[in-house]
């Protein structure tokens, strides 16, 4: 009878430890799943670096959270991503401040014309700027990284090698470029990137304001033959990466701690990518035999002091809201001289 119980004891012993080996845990057998929506197209580079970081973030917390990344804007088109994001449609998104204007004022300080030089430094002072600032703006969503384009030129059929030579060239330009464009001398005409091609081959527009990766990703190249570096008017575009604020609080600390590490990881990827892209555009755009144009410094000078009223025109807004837009320019230049 003893052996009896003995040998009972053993095995229910035996099934304890069975199912405590062989039994997956809740957390293996359902991963956290999170949904990113991007508005890139699948085979822009920032597309690219969306999906390596699902996958990083998956392969680092060891397959609990898998990142579905819905590119081209199929979940939320590109001016609905941020809301789509703070109302839960989205988990992540990834889209344009400047897509819903107004809704970012101070964030647009980089969107003037502040004399860009590189995406990664246009990206490092965009999240060196929010954390300093904190702007209230954001703070619907869990902002995971910022980024932003390299150089905005000037890309035209005839050549510009000085201010006088943009007087009443038609040249294609959205946003805030319009207002560069006036300020230089130019008549801007909006139009969507996908657009520009054609008005460029068919005359429509003379020349069109854009980073030097559109020479190659969008084929412009092909339709125009200068490009002039007018650094003293460069300005860039704000871009964010943000998360649902109640699906961030939801994640388990560590997970939490793992995606503030990738991000900060992300921004450097994210800068250096744009610059990537532009080296591309610009050794595309020569090997069609294209000419880049640079402009002398005195020149540069010119133009960026033809553009200074709407530096001006932003800090005068910002007061009108009630918004440190003096403090934010004034570390904006500054931090960007650091930057070049």
Not at 52 to 64: A, F, Q
Not at 73 to 86: F, I, N, R
Not at 259 to 267: G, P, R, V
Not at 278 to 299: F, H, P, Q, V
Request: a positive charge; aromatic letters at 10%.
């Amino acid at each position: 009878m003893r052996k009896f119980w003995r040998s009972l004891f053993f095995t229910a012993c035996m099934s304890c430890i069975g199912f405590t080996v062989f039994t997956p845990s809740a957390s293996a057998q359902t991963p956290i799943k999170l949904n990113y929506s991007v508005f890139f197209p699948a085979s822009h580079i920032h597309s690219v670096l969306a999906v390596e970081w699902g996958k990083e973030l998956e392969k680092r917390t060891n397959g609990r959270v898998k990142v579905d990344v819905l590119p081209g804007g199929t979940l939320t088109p590109a001016d609905k991503c941020y809301d789509g994001v703070e109302k839960g449609i989205s988990d992540l998104g990834m889209s344009v401040f400047a897509y819903t204007r107004g809704k970012f004022p101070l964030t647009e300080v980089i969107d003037l014309p502040l004399g860009i030089r590189s995406g990664l430094a246009a990206t490092r002072l965009i999240n060196d700027y929010y954390r300093t600032f904190k702007p209230k703006e954001l703070d619907g969503v869990k902002v995971m990284f910022l980024h932003a384009h390299g150089p905005g030129l000037l890309h035209s059929k005839t050549a510009v090698n000085k201010l006088e030579d943009l007087k009443g060239m038609k040249v294609r330009c959205t946003g805030l470029a319009t207002k560069i464009v006036t300020a230089l001398g130019g008549t801007p005409v909006a139009m969507p990137m996908g657009e520009t091609y054609d008005a460029l081959s068919r005359g429509v527009v003379d020349a069109s304001m854009a980073p030097q990766e559109s020479l190659n990703t969008w084929n412009w190249g092909e339709v125009v033959k200068f490009t002039t570096e007018d650094f003293g008017a460069s300005y860039s575009t704000g871009m964010f990466v943000v998360m649902n604020k109640e699906r961030w609080n939801s994640l388990p600390p560590d997970i939490q701690k793992t995606i503030e590490k990738l991000n900060e990881e992300w921004i450097e990827k994210s800068g250096k990518g744009w610059d990537d892209i532009d080296k591309a555009g610009r050794e595309a755009t020569l090997k069609l035999g294209n000419k880049i144009i640079s402009l002398s410094k005195e020149e540069n000078e010119r133009w960026a002091k033809t553009v200074r009223p709407l530096l001006d025109d932003y800090v005068n807004n910002m007061k009108s809201k009630g918004l440190p837009g003096d403090q934010v320019l004034k570390f904006a230049m500054d931090r960007l001289k650091s930057l070049r």
